[in-house]
């Protein structure tokens, strides 16, 4: 039981879990929409009627926040295998225009790995227009050493760009043909998302705009102010939807007839350190992390881990933001990982 008035990790949540082909455990609770606004005056939510809220399900659908990054950094590596990009091959070979990025000899793989030195963002919210948006992420030069790991929303931003130059296409449409459509992904898009869980009603000072309570619509305020399609936030999916990913990920880039990547290029994603994968972070991993277990987090309350070494895969998605976003806490999703590797029998020789 929670004390009285202590607010808990999330308003609802899914969770599913699997083994190679098999969902083994899935489990919902709580709810998709269960406050109307934040009351900044007593730090608390203002809870809907009973009969008005709306129950999470395990078809709900979340704003998956940075796992976007995940389907932007599979973009990037199909285009690596087709040989239409080099994963070594500097940023300003193909994006001149990005002087920032061209100056200091910035990297693809610098971008995937986040060791290229970049910031974690820039206010392109508070921009005036798209044109302003643009010049202030092609200006963008390293704030840090390069090689030193830095986790920047802008790394993706830039890939988002660089496979649009090199492809000729949107990146919505590169994640849609390449990605989800072949894997019969259906509920995975770009919002807007009529039906999501609720994330945040965001005001300031504690969000960076005023925008409301959120359901449906981006709750990352860049992805927003760029339209709702970004390298680094932006996608909507279930956690069916994203077992399927895992599913792909854990069959060396196959499921069913369709086929996304090889093998070789699904092993590079997840080798230590990972591109645009996190590789044995126990802080969400629990005990899955040690062996190669690779997987990400989003900040409204998403995540998922893929085990390679067990064949095992965990789904957690949660509205922690809702009503409002509170410091990080990773801890129930390591436990829950800890939970799937207690309950895992070794693979044989």
Same mark, same amino acid.
């Given at each position: 039981? %929670?004390?009285?008035?202590?607010?808990?990790?999330?308003?609802?949540?899914?969770?599913?879990?699997?083994?190679?082909?098999?969902?083994?455990?899935?489990?919902?609770?709580?709810?998709?929409?269960?406050? @109307?606004?934040?009351?900044?005056?007593?730090?608390?939510?203002?809870?809907?009627?009973?009969?008005?809220?709306?129950?999470?399900?395990?078809?709900?659908?979340?704003? !998956?926040?940075? #796992?976007?990054?995940?389907?932007?950094?599979?973009?990037?590596?199909?285009?690596?295998?087709?040989?239409? %990009?080099?994963? $070594?091959?500097?940023?300003?070979?193909?994006?001149?225009?990005?002087?920032?990025?061209?100056?200091?000899?910035?990297?693809?793989?610098?971008? !995937?790995?986040?060791?290229?030195? !970049?910031?974690?963002? !820039?206010?392109?919210?508070?921009?005036?227009?798209?044109?302003?948006?643009?010049?202030?992420?092609?200006?963008?030069? &390293?704030?840090?050493?390069?090689?030193?790991?830095?986790?920047?929303? #802008?790394?993706?931003?830039?890939?988002?760009?660089?496979?649009?130059?090199?492809?000729?296409?949107?990146?919505?449409?590169?994640?849609? $043909?390449?990605?989800?459509?072949? #894997?019969?992904?259906?509920?995975? @898009?770009?919002?807007?998302?009529?039906?999501?869980?609720?994330?945040?009603?965001?005001?300031?000072?504690?969000?960076?705009?005023?925008?409301?309570? %959120?359901?449906?619509?981006?709750?990352?305020?860049?992805?927003?102010?760029?339209?709702?399609?970004?390298?680094?936030?932006?996608?909507? @999916?279930?956690?069916?939807?994203?077992?399927?990913?895992?599913?792909? %990920?854990?069959?060396?880039?196959?499921?069913?007839?369709?086929?996304?990547?090889?093998?070789?290029?699904? $092993?590079?994603?997840?080798?230590? &350190?990972?591109?645009?994968?996190?590789? $044995?972070?126990?802080?969400?991993?629990?005990?899955?992390?040690?062996?190669?277990?690779?997987?990400?987090?989003?900040?409204?309350?998403?995540?998922?881990?893929?085990?390679?070494?067990?064949?095992?895969?965990?789904?957690?998605?949660?509205?922690?933001?809702?009503?409002?976003?509170?410091?990080?806490?990773?801890?129930?999703?390591?436990?829950?990982?800890?939970?799937?590797?207690?309950?895992?029998?070794? #693979?044989?020789?």
């Amino acid at each position: 039981m %929670l004390p009285e008035g202590a607010r808990p990790w999330c308003a609802g949540a899914v969770l599913l879990a699997g083994r190679g082909p098999v969902i083994a455990a899935e489990a919902v609770c709580g709810w998709a929409v269960r406050y @109307s606004a934040y009351d900044e005056r007593v730090d608390r939510g203002v809870e809907l009627p009973p009969a008005a809220r709306v129950p999470m399900t395990l078809d709900t659908a979340f704003d !998956l926040a940075s #796992l976007t990054k995940l389907f932007t950094s599979i973009a990037v590596v199909q285009q690596i295998e087709r040989g239409t %990009l080099g994963i $070594d091959a500097k940023v300003g070979a193909y994006l001149p225009e990005f002087t920032g990025a061209a100056a200091h000899g910035l990297t693809v793989r610098g971008l !995937l790995t986040h060791t290229s030195g !970049l910031r974690p963002e !820039l206010p392109l919210y508070a921009a005036r227009d798209q044109a302003a948006r643009t010049a202030a992420l092609r200006a963008e030069e &390293p704030a840090f050493p390069p090689g030193e790991y830095r986790y920047s929303d #802008l790394n993706m931003l830039l890939l988002q760009h660089l496979l649009e130059r090199i492809t000729g296409r949107p990146l919505d449409v590169l994640v849609r $043909d390449g990605i989800t459509r072949p #894997l019969g992904m259906t509920a995975t @898009s770009y919002g807007p998302r009529p039906g999501a869980a609720a994330t945040e009603d965001q005001g300031r000072p504690w969000a960076k705009a005023d925008r409301g309570m %959120l359901r449906g619509e981006v709750h990352d305020e860049n992805a927003w102010a760029l339209g709702g399609v970004a390298g680094h936030a932006g996608l909507f @999916s279930t956690a069916h939807d994203l077992a399927v990913l895992c599913r792909t %990920l854990l069959g060396g880039g196959s499921y069913g007839t369709a086929r996304i990547l090889g093998p070789d290029f699904v $092993d590079l994603m997840l080798a230590a &350190p990972g591109l645009g994968f996190a590789v $044995d972070q126990p802080a969400f991993m629990g005990e899955l992390a040690g062996s190669g277990a690779a997987g990400h987090t989003g900040f409204t309350g998403t995540s998922l881990v893929i085990d390679p070494a067990t064949d095992t895969f965990l789904v957690l998605l949660a509205n922690t933001v809702h009503p409002r976003r509170r410091p990080a806490d990773s801890a129930p999703r390591a436990a829950a990982a800890t939970r799937l590797a207690r309950a895992v029998i070794p #693979l044989g020789p």
